[in-house]
């Protein structure tokens, strides 16, 4: 039997934007640079305005009925879109998990420091957990250790809430605060 030539993959163009000759509609609602209605038409004749002005065809809403096109610089457009993304990824604020760690048996002041950068980083909108690490036997005071994450979340309660309890994790004992709204 013959082998049979391979055919090189067809690859769908839904990743490829709908602008000029790969709109693929019967008819079309035609939108000019300025904004002004130009009607309905077929394609090809929205193309040839669109050559004339020595600009792209550009499918804005395949949903509508008939679909809806505008005449505009395809480039420009893309650019513009790239530079609007970027400013809102410049905007938003990604909340992170920043780490308090001390010692049950730890004392006033190191005690108050720890508050401060706890309140620090609540101010900035990020979580705080805050751990409490054993060492050799002093697992056995988890009880004590539970009184001094309880009396953190009391000292932190007008800028944090506990979004999770005090629990133990292995050799430590870990409670989460999340900023209040």
Do not use: W
């Amino acid at each position: 039997m013959p082998e049979r030539p391979e055919r090189p993959e067809r690859r769908p163009n839904r990743d490829l934007p709908a602008i000029n000759e790969r709109i693929r509609f019967p008819k079309i609602r035609v939108i000019d640079a300025e904004g002004e209605q130009l009607g309905i038409m077929v394609p090809r004749d929205a193309m040839k305005i669109a050559d004339e002005k020595e600009l792209d065809l550009v499918l804005v809403s395949d949903k509508a009925d008939p679909p809806v096109c505008r005449i505009m610089d395809y480039g420009k457009f893309k650019f513009e879109q790239e530079k609007k993304a970027r400013e809102a990824k410049k905007k938003q604020h990604t909340v992170d998990v920043k780490e308090v760690k001390m010692r049950y048996k730890i004392e006033e002041h190191d005690y108050s420091v720890r508050i401060n950068q706890a309140k620090r980083f609540l101010h900035d909108g990020d979580k705080v957990k805050v751990t409490i690490m054993f060492r050799g036997r002093e697992i056995q005071h988890s009880d004590l250790a539970e009184v001094k994450l309880k009396r953190m979340a009391e000292d932190l309660q007008e800028v944090a809430e506990v979004q999770q309890a005090p629990k133990k994790e292995g050799r430590n004992m870990m409670m989460l605060l999340a900023p209040k709204k």
